[in-house]
């Protein structure tokens, strides 16, 4: 078999997706073809795939890292949840079910199939594979038939390294904890840990890092020093967004939809340090000076209306409009804009219809075939060109439609209100073009100072590479992957 490794966490959010990112990128750097996988990922925040489908947004970043095409191989199972209870399941890039968690489990030994189906396929001419786990090992009750850590582990012979996140407090037991929870054999193909997100004189925690060696037997493979600019990085989830990157005289609002999804959106606009862009959390007003308010998109548009209504927020957008405010709906959002949104078929949960915010002269109508397309546009008002990707359900027609805010491949895409100052669109990344987010900006304002997102993405990732390289044992690491051989 291939060179593999996989990146446990002893809990979420330690940093595995970053690492793996910056893992990807140093190893590449070195020569290596790096492939990255994650069994099962949990996230609204998709990607569509060089091959038609969709992946959770942080393996597409481990695959720019990797500087390889992205599959629907590299996160063969993706749940998107829709509801508090169930969520959507996604296999090798397609819709298979929506599924409550009693339904899941019993998913899972066919789940396990298709999961190594593409880990073999990942694995074909690759040099190294890097694995991300999802959540933690240490959640012990979810071990029968688990295809994410463990049990994935166990069925691929996978060597792991465990990660402690010292940024949150405790991470001794949480490295140490995690250890003794486990079944013995789960243990043993643990080979080593990591400590991330370390803040201040590293060799402070030298006593420590020795008695967690000492405790567990694994080696440590080094400390992590907190990586500054790991916000000018794509964000995995909408609570890294909740801090603005600059602020900037002109204020954009993103309202934090229940379901709030592909919100990467939002990742070129914090990068402008003339914006200050923020979340709006439930319960919380849409500010009164915010040039523009954007309604992002999301799993469950009905469901996330309501939602939207329930903080008072369609009450706030319509002072928002007599202001002189722009908003921005994209879709989902997008959809949310018009009239009605009718979902006869009960495909993002039960069948109706609702009402829409009325600032579009459009109606939507779901249907059950999925949009997941790489496109190419064109901003008729700017003149400018871009590229941007659509994941979405429903077909929208109406008067507005008349105004397009794009054409896509010589086709009519989005709409435009009467005065100008509403937007809707199906196209997410638009935001990555740098003219067009010039152009876009300009009408707030704000003179764009970011430029060249896209090449400032990846010379961070080239910095985060570098960082790893002075931090972690990367040789020996790369030689326990080439021993799983």
Same mark, same amino acid.
């Given at each position: ?22 893992? %990807? ?58 509801? *508090? ?31 190594? @189906? ?13 694995? @991300?786990? %999802? ?78 060696? @000492? ?20 964000? *995995? ?34 990068s402008e340090p003339g914006c200050t862009v923020e979340m709006i959390a439930p ?6 000076? %915010?040039? +523009? ?11 996330? +209306?309501?939602? +939207?209504r329930a903080q008072g927020w369609d009450i706030d957008l319509l002072a928002h ?26 495909? @993002? ?31 008729? %008002?700017? *003149? ?17 439609r008349a105004r397009p805010l794009f054409e896509v491949e010589g086709v009519p ?55 790893? *390289? ?16």
């Open positions: 078999m291939i060179p593999r490794l996989m990146i446990q966490g002893c809990g979420s959010n330690v940093g595995k997706s970053m690492l793996v990112a910056g893992l %990807a990128r140093a190893y590449a750097n070195r020569g290596l073809s790096v492939v990255p996988f994650k069994p099962q990922n949990m996230s609204n925040n998709a990607a569509v795939t060089d091959d038609g489908g969709e992946i959770g947004r942080a393996q597409a970043l481990q695959a720019l890292a990797a500087r390889v095409p992205t599959s629907v191989h590299m996160n063969p199972v993706l749940l998107k949840p829709e509801t *508090e209870r169930g969520a959507q399941v996604v296999v090798q890039g397609a819709r298979l079910c929506h599924a409550t968690g009693r339904d899941y489990t019993a998913l899972k030994p066919r789940l396990l199939k298709a999961v190594c @189906e593409s880990f073999q396929r990942v694995s074909q001419g690759a040099d190294l594979v890097l694995v @991300e786990g %999802a959540g933690s090992p240490a959640e012990i009750n979810l071990r029968p038939g688990d295809i994410a850590n463990m049990g994935f582990a166990e069925a691929t012979e996978t060597p792991v390294i465990v990660v402690g996140d010292i940024d949150r407090g405790g991470v001794i037991a949480q490295v140490v904890g995690t250890q003794a929870v486990l079944d013995p054999a789960d243990a043993a193909r643990i080979k080593g840990f990591i400590i991330n997100k370390f803040r201040g004189d590293v060799s402070l925690f030298d006593d420590g890092y020795r008695m967690i060696g @000492e405790r567990t037997g694994w080696p440590g493979f080094g400390v992590v020093p907190w990586f500054a600019d790991a916000g000018r990085l794509p964000a *995995e989830d909408a609570s890294d967004l909740r801090a603005p990157v600059h602020r900037g005289p002109v204020r954009i609002a993103c309202l934090q939809l229940s379901r709030i999804a592909n919100f990467d959106d939002l990742d070129p606009l914090r319960g919380q007003p849409v500010p009164g000076d %915010a040039a +523009l308010v954007i309604i992002p998109g999301t799993k469950s548009t009905r469901g996330d +209306l309501a939602y +939207l409009r007599r202001r002189g405010g722009m908003i921005l709906g994209v879709c989902g959002g997008y959809q949310m804009l018009g009239r009605t949104i009718d979902d006869p078929q009960g495909i @993002e949960g039960p069948a109706g219809a609702s009402n829409g915010l009325g600032l579009l002269d459009i109606e939507t109508v779901m249907t059950p075939r999925k949009s997941l397309t790489k496109r190419t546009a064109r901003h008729p %008002a700017s *003149e400018t060109a871009l590229t941007g990707y659509e994941i979405h359900i429903g077909a929208t027609t109406g008067p507005d895409e989005g709409a435009v209100s009467a005065d100008g100052g509403v937007f809707g669109t199906y196209l997410h990344g638009m935001f990555s073009a740098d003219a067009f987010r010039a152009a876009f900006l300009h009408r707030l304002g704000v003179q764009a100072g970011a430029g060249d997102y896209a090449g400032g993405v990846d010379a961070t990732l080239d910095t985060l590479a570098a960082h790893l *390289e002075t931090h972690l044992d990367l040789d020996t690491m790369l030689s326990l992957a080439r021993e799983a051989r």
